[in-house]
């Protein structure tokens, strides 16, 4: 018994060593872009909110991660916002592809005449 708990009790510690799990999805700065857009909008520009974004892709192409659902879709709207349409299209067919699932609504912002 006084072998058992030294064992027990470096087991205890070591579980607790271990790092966290992984997501789904690489979150990166996608939920404070998203929110300082609406509360800070003077602050946190179309051109601004895209930087961050491209950085957020290129954080989760390291880290061999999947970027979450909408981000691309965002970053196609802030394209379209700043008038760079190529741009914003390449964003939403990358959503599509990435979410075949938002196909129907990306489908309906590239061709908006077009019924869901």
Not at 86 to 113: M, Q, T, V, Y
């Amino acid at each position: 018994m006084k072998t058992l708990l030294p064992a027990l009790f470096a087991l205890v510690v070591v579980s607790g060593c271990q790092a966290p799990p992984r997501t789904l999805y690489y979150w990166g700065n996608y939920p404070a872009v998203t929110y300082l857009a609406y509360t800070q909008p003077d602050k946190f520009t179309p051109s601004v909110q895209v930087d961050k974004l491209l950085e957020d892709i290129h954080q989760a192409a390291a880290a061999q991660a999947r970027v979450n659902p909408g981000l691309h879709a965002h970053l196609g709207y802030l394209y379209a916002q700043l008038g760079q349409t190529d741009l914003a299209r390449k964003e939403f067919e990358a959503e599509k592809e990435l979410f075949p699932e938002s196909a129907p609504f990306i489908d309906h912002l590239l061709n908006p005449g077009k019924k869901l």
